[in-house]
């Protein structure tokens, strides 16, 4: 059982570069989050979606985009990378989305942005 | 805005020795508030978590403690091991996870 699997784990950027970052889960979980963690700063919630096809912004979602295609994967993209994105970036995924279901998160993507 | 404030931290505790993290909220909507817990180089992994209408719940040597009238609840490590050295967070949600705000989060050194 793999769980949540992310990919790369490390990637260094230029300012101006896009990418993705890809996200799957084998557990049917409906729903699916990224995250972004920063020193001092917790783990703030970027895009989430509730189901395939369904997609909504989190606390930070500027200069990022999701789609959800599929009930297992959940790729993020950075459209034109800056610097202040540079960050361990952390998706995560729920059976469904009543708060007596745990979180299961990937073990992150480390992004540099020169 | 910082609805979650998390102290302290860093903390560093004795092997055998009891861990104290504290956590306080402002929306009184957060109906759901969990400890998790991280590893270098590993994302966060649930610990354990409670709901408001209880006053405390322990699951081996860890134990929330909630204190709905002041809004804070604390996370308390008895008998302190070094593989609890980890960085822990604290969490509050309502309405789902979709809802989950984040603490800042703790490093635990345990030390031997």
């Known amino acids: 059982n793999a769980g949540v699997t992310q990919t790369p784990k490390f990637q260094v950027l230029k300012t101006g570069q896009s990418m993705t970052l890809q996200c799957a889960q084998d557990?049917?979980?409906?729903?699916m989050s990224w995250y972004r963690q920063d020193p001092g700063m917790g783990l703030r919630l970027i895009h989430y979606?509730?189901?395939?096809?369904?997609?909504d912004q989190g606390e930070v979602p500027n200069g990022y985009n999701v789609s959800r295609s599929t009930t297992e994967d959940f790729p993020l993209r950075l459209l034109s990378a800056a610097p202040s994105q540079t960050s361990v970036y952390f998706c995560?995924?729920?059976?469904?989305?009543?708060?007596?279901?745990?979180?299961?998160f990937g073990d992150g993507t480390r992004l540099s942005i020169l | 805005q910082q609805q979650v404030k998390q102290s302290p931290q860093s903390l560093i505790v004795q092997k055998g020795g009891i861990s104290i993290i504290n956590c306080a909220y402002e929306?009184?909507?957060?109906?759901?508030f969990p400890w998790y817990q991280q590893f270098p180089g590993k994302g966060p992994a649930l610990l354990i978590a409670?709901?408001?209408?209880?006053s405390e719940k322990k699951e081996g040597r860890f134990t929330i403690s909630f204190n709905k009238s002041a809004k804070q609840f604390s996370l308390h490590i008895m008998d302190s091991q070094p593989g609890d050295s980890a960085t822990y967070f604290c969490?509050?949600?309502?309405?789902?996870?979709?809802?989950?705000?984040f603490g800042t989060g703790t490093k635990l050194q345990v030390i031997p």
């Open positions: 995560a995924s729920s059976y469904g989305t009543s708060s007596n279901q745990p979180q299961h």
């Open positions: 557990m049917n979980h409906e729903y």
């Open positions: 979606s509730v189901g395939a096809g369904i997609t």
């Open positions: 929306n009184t909507a957060f109906d759901y």
């Open positions: 409670i709901r408001p209408d209880v």
């Open positions: 969490a509050a949600g309502s309405g789902g996870y979709q809802k989950v705000t």
